[in-house]
């Protein structure tokens, strides 16, 4: 809640939230809990042998690439599963620009939605992530016009950084870096990933100060996938782990399917599957690339570099230890890993020995949200070296996560509820406080000690108990803490996006899970086990039994005490039309008692409501939708529409859209709680009776509803059974056949309906309507890489201006084509049979001219029509000409010829 503010405060609040109109939509009936992505971790045997595979190995590599679903997954679970090395995954863009095969969001809410798709991809995988600030602006045809809209040194610094931060052996950049990748994003990744391997030890264009310390990978490699032919190096990613029972590659598999929204789910093929690599360029190894069996080849990182630079008194612990660790593995039992306990803390004590011995560690690179140093101004000269420090603390923090995996110790933090209510989710109140239960269990045969408890990053009031035994086969519950909670939202959204094409949040010396951990509530336990103590870091849940999907761990939320929701982010008005319609406002209490709220609306020069306030008594953690009736009319233009919520004084502003996904952590994106309307001039056609079959993103059926055109969804499964006849046209969304496979199957009934008379409306598909044979009335080709306009300002020539597409009811004219966003036409076909009509010529600069954009040919005694015009983008975006355009669309036959069916 937020003290009553001025109209301009509003307006500002206001803009917020138009960053992002599409996520809105999806986002109006906020589900009562979003639980976390149920991903299953390694446990029991697995998970500990695989920890004590990897103690001592200090390998660590960087791959790069431009989007989510960009990563070569097997060379990534070959590395970190397979080989143990420290694998991480760099994305220039979280993927904002893609499109979204699972729901409506697009812009930065899908951007949200692929960010956690690569997080549980590298849970399963595991690999870290990390992220530039670039935004995915959309389909790019080359690094020109990439560079156009990224500031190539910003975005080559963060880069840098991240090489500085993770410090790896080796790069592996998945694309070239050559017009052969055939996407300016994918280009660009290929080249910054190289120069960032050339300059990352360059302190004079990259200051220590603000981009970390220098490092200097070893070698450099690209992805061969596409070319195995010039690998110089493959490796079997389909390599068997009687570990875990499966091989690297289908491990993979089941990575590449958590990026459900771009439909990448993958089959888990068993067998040889070979990963292809080509060495580019080292600074090591053999100097015929084709003669390296291993990408480290060259590279010494076995601990004999590293022994010498330990002081001479420490290094017979690490001898002793690593010994040790040796020891442990032979000795390991999967039915009773308690012998390996006491031996793993003597490991641990004598690794963290070694380490102190070594140095005062290395400072970490923090910067504030204007992107300042807040830390790390000149290194401490008795600091360990880099790379000690990063061998040291991967060998010892698995030391600890094997020690705790063999000890049987699990932690859990529970709250009695999903949100707490504050006045403001992002400036947490430490007033604004929930109880929380912090539980031990000690599965294994020996005693251990709870010796402190507190929440990361926040306060807390004191403990109500001092130290616990836990005994084995016991737990114990500690008292309850009051404690402060964060509002799990994107971390790199606070500062909005410079020139939109770039976020300003800077990014830091820490990887993705690391900075989402900033805005997410965790309890740090630290437990002695043997003498030595250890840190488990859990998550604060409200823990539910859901009747269908069983037990549910939802994390506790700090959220605003009253949210006001509108159904829109964006709507079209006729302008100059009387208009009456009802708006819907949802309110939700997170309090947890009842609370009197007052609802206003803030309406555009001509509009009025039918009541200027409406009251609600909402129950604890109640919601409801309070409905306003508008009428008046509207002049042509952008106008603003907000919804005010006024509860004990104060009044919200704040509206919360939550992303919520079964294969994905819950987010909850924060705007205003306004929208756009798009008053347009557009005639509608007279007696149209519209049928829809939603595709994928598609607001083409609300758009027509906002346009006072009748429209009825139809649903595929239902279409054999349903009367077509009634309709004066049919629309299918875009990639609608990709989507629903009983509209394949009935897709002969469209036709038909086509031939009796109707208008078929058919938004673009991908390229796999070629596999699709018959869709289409006669034959469309796609190119592999499928033609498209990727240029939202270029100039559209119409070859048949006086077609009724383009003069009934509305004629489009060149104001139609202002204003687009992101793309003209995707998907567009580039063969075209010669009974089809082109209207439309268009394309990207030093391209060839295509036809394909808005095609139409007679179908017996209607009309079929082919339209590759990214209306799917324009319409949610409230761009004048796509209303126009959708109306002439929709423009079927007059009811007296209508089809019979």
Do not use: C
Request: proline share 7%; aromatic share 8%.
């Amino acid at each position: 809640m937020r003290a009553a503010t001025t109209g301009d405060f509003v307006a500002r609040r206001i803009r917020q939230v138009m960053m992002n109109a599409a996520a809105v939509a999806a986002a109006f009936v906020i589900p009562a809990y979003a639980a976390r992505a149920q991903v299953v971790p390694e446990r029991g045997a697995a998970a500990l042998g695989s920890t004590l595979a990897g103690i001592g190995t200090t390998g660590r590599v960087l791959t790069v690439a431009a989007h989510p679903d960009d990563e070569d997954t097997p060379i990534i679970a070959w590395l970190a599963k397979g080989r143990h090395v420290e694998t991480a995954y760099l994305s220039l863009t979280r993927g904002d620009g893609g499109q979204n095969l699972i729901g409506n969001e697009l812009g930065e809410a899908l951007g949200a939605i692929r960010t956690q798709e690569l997080l549980s991809a590298r849970r399963v995988d595991g690999g870290t992530q990390y992220f530039t600030r670039a935004y995915d602006f959309g389909f790019s045809k080359n690094a020109e016009e990439t560079y156009q809209h990224w500031p190539k040194d910003s975005i080559l610094g963060d880069v840098v950084r991240v090489v500085r931060a993770f410090r790896p052996h080796v790069m592996i950049a998945f694309f070239s870096g050559t017009p052969l990748d055939g996407h300016g994003h994918h280009q660009v990744s290929g080249l910054l990933a190289r120069e960032a391997y050339d300059l990352a030890a360059d302190t004079v264009r990259f200051p220590v100060q603000q981009f970390g310390l220098p490092w200097t990978p070893s070698k450099f490699y690209r992805s061969a996938r596409q070319i195995p032919d010039s690998a110089t190096l493959r490796v079997n990613t389909g390599e068997y782990d009687p570990l875990i029972g499966r091989s690297f590659y289908e491990v993979s598999a089941e990575s590449r399917s958590q990026h459900k929204s771009q439909g990448f789910g993958m089959l888990q093929r068993k067998g040889v599957m070979y990963g292809y690599l080509s060495r580019e360029t080292a600074r090591v190894g053999p100097s015929n690339a084709r003669s390296e069996q291993s990408i480290f080849d060259g590279v010494d990182t076995t601990w004999a570099p590293l022994r010498a630079m330990i002081p001479a008194s420490a290094q017979p612990q690490l001898d002793s230890a690593l010994g040790a660790i040796a020891s442990i593995r032979a000795q390991y039992r999967a039915q009773d890993p308690s012998p390996i306990v006491q031996p793993l803390v003597s490991a641990l004590r004598q690794l963290r020995g070694v380490s102190k011995a070594s140095g005062n560690g290395i400072a970490l690179l923090i910067t504030n949200s204007s992107g300042q140093s807040t830390g790390f101004a000149r290194r401490d000269p008795k600091a360990t070296p880099t790379v000690l420090w990063d061998a040291l603390a991967t060998t010892i923090a698995r030391t600890e996560q094997a020690l705790v995996q063999a000890a049987g110790i699990a932690v859990e933090a529970t709250a009695p509820q999903a949100t707490l209510p504050t006045r403001d989710p992002v400036k947490v109140d430490v007033n604004d406080s929930l109880p929380v239960t912090v539980t031990v269990f000690n599965r294994g045969r020996m005693p251990v000690k709870v010796t402190s408890t507190g929440v990361a990053g926040i306060g807390l009031r004191p403990n109500e108990r001092g130290t616990a035994d836990v005994a084995p086969d016991s737990a114990v519950s500690l008292a309850r803490w009051a404690v402060a909670f964060h509002s799990n939202s994107p971390w790199w959204r606070a500062s909005g996006r410079k020139g939109l094409d770039w976020f300003h949040t800077p990014i830091d010396s820490r990887n993705e899970v690391e900075q989402q951990d900033q805005l997410s509530t965790l309890v740090r336990t630290w437990i002695e086990i043997g003498g030595e103590h250890v840190t488990i870091t859990t998550p604060v849940v409200y823990r539910y039994a859901d009747p269908v999907k069983g037990d549910q761990q939802v994390p506790v939320s700090a959220v605003p005490g009253i949210t006001v929701n509108l159904a829109s982010a964006m709507e079209y008005m006729r302008a100059g039309v009387p208009i009456e319609r009802n708006v819907p406002v949802r309110i939700q209490s997170s309090y947890p008692h009842e609370a009197k709220v007052q609802v206003r609306l803030e309406l555009p020069e001509g509009l009025k409501a039918d009541s200027v306030e409406r009251e609600r008594v909402l129950p604890a953690n109640g919601a409801d939708i309070v409905w306003f009736r508008v009428r008046g009319t509207v002049k042509e233009g952008r106008q603003q529409l907000v919804a005010l919520a006024l509860h004990d004084g104060s009044m919200s502003t704040n509206a919360v859209y939550n992303i919520q996904y079964d294969h994905i952590t819950p987010m909850r994106l924060y705007g205003a709680s306004g929208m756009y309307i798009a008053a347009v001039n557009v005639r509608i056609p007279p007696r149209a009776r519209v049928g829809y079959i939603k595709g994928v993103g598609d607001a083409g059926l609300e758009a027509l509803e906002q346009l006072d055109i009748a429209v009825e969804a139809i649903e595929p499964a239902a279409l054999a059974s349903t009367n077509l006849s009634r309709f004066t046209s049919i629309v299918v969304g875009p990639r609608a056949y990709e989507a629903h496979a009983a509209l394949v199957k009935q897709n002969a009934r469209l036709l038909d309906y086509a031939k009796q008379g109707g208008t078929l409306v058919v938004q673009y598909g991908a390229q796999n309507m070629n596999a699709l044979p018959g869709l289409t009335p006669y034959p469309l080709q796609w190119a592999p890489r499928a033609a498209r306009v990727t240029m939202e300002q270029a100039p559209v020539t119409v070859l048949q201006p006086t077609h009724p597409l383009l003069t009934t009811p509305n004629r489009i004219g060149a104001s139609d084509w202002a204003d687009w966003v992101q793309e003209r036409a995707t998907y567009m076909p580039s063969t075209i049979d010669r009974r089809y009509t082109s209207l439309l010529r268009m394309n990207d600069p030093d391209e060839p001219a295509n036809d394909g954009g808005l095609l139409v040919t007679s179908l017996g005694k209607g009309r079929y029509v082919y339209v590759t015009l990214a209306l799917f983008r324009q319409l949610p975006a409230g761009v004048p000409g796509a209303a126009r355009i959708l109306a002439n669309l929709v423009n079927g036959v007059p009811p007296a010829v209508a089809p019979k069916m």
